[in-house]
């Protein structure tokens, strides 16, 4: 069973123009999370996802950011007109569901870095 | 506002010691703790989650505890290895299952040989 799979691991992007983040949860998973981590700062909270539903995007920018987990396929984290403030490493989890001891628990993909020049 | 705490930020010891790390939160109301391992330029690994009925979690050398009533959790690391080295990262979930993490900083821990 194969972990959260994120990709690209790594990205570059000269400012303005769009960066796209994938992330394909765990195998049986349906709850997605994204997190970012600013240089020397801890993870913050950005977005969590259902399948085709957006649950709780308290922490995402209100401009040029968005998410979405389709039916089918990865989940994508969408940077439009990226700037320098954007240089991030962005984390992905997965949960396979809400109840249950050890069922809320996330799993953390390995992450994107993403450079803005 | 609902904020978790680590201290100390960095933290160095020889190899074979025996240490603890810490984290503080804000709101005792939490639903778990969760400890993750975090090496440079990888992702997170979880070491133990502790539910929020729960006093403490032990697995190997590692045993982290929670006491909601004073908002504090700690991780304790026995004889400590150069292999130990990396950030350690305390995360609580409040607002119920579907809640997401809320991370502190860090302790970035350096076991030297």
């Known amino acids: 069973n194969a972990g959260v799979m994120q990709n690209p691991r790594h990205l570059v992007r000269r400012r303005g123009q769009e960066a796209r983040l994938r992330c394909s949860p765990m195998?049986?998973?349906?709850?997605v999370y994204w997190y970012r981590q600013l240089p020397e700062e801890g993870l913050k909270f950005m977005v969590y996802?259902?399948?085709?539903?957006?649950?709780?995007e308290s922490g995402m920018p209100k401009e040029r950011f968005s998410a979405e987990f389709p039916k089918e396929g990865p989940s994508i984290l969408r940077i439009q007109q990226v700037v320098r403030g954007d240089s991030a490493a962005y984390f992905c989890?997965?949960?396979?569901?809400?109840?249950?001891?050890?069922?809320?628990?996330?799993?953390f993909g390995a992450g994107t870095r993403l450079s803005v020049l | 506002k609902q904020e978790v705490t680590q201290i100390p930020a960095a933290l160095s010891v020889p190899e074979g010691e025996n240490l603890v790390l810490n984290c503080s939160f804000t709101?005792?109301?939490?639903?778990?703790l969760q400890w993750f391992r975090q090496d440079p330029g990888k992702g997170l690994t979880s070491l133990l989650l502790?539910?929020?009925?729960?006093r403490e979690q032990t697995s190997g050398r590692l045993n982290a505890s929670l006491d909601k009533s004073s908002g504090r959790s700690t991780l304790y690391i026995a004889a400590s290895q150069p292999g130990d080295s990396a950030t350690y990262l305390c995360?609580?979930?409040?607002?119920?299952?579907?809640?997401?993490?809320?991370f502190g900083k860090g302790t970035k821990l350096s076991v030297k040989p």
């Open positions: 989890a997965s949960s396979p569901g809400t109840s249950g001891s050890g069922k809320n628990i996330q799993y």
């Open positions: 195998k049986g998973h349906s709850h």
């Open positions: 996802l259902q399948k085709e539903n957006i649950i709780d």
């Open positions: 709101d005792s109301a939490i639903y778990n």
């Open positions: 502790i539910q929020s009925s729960q």
């Open positions: 995360a609580v979930k409040w607002g119920g299952s579907q809640g997401n993490l809320i």
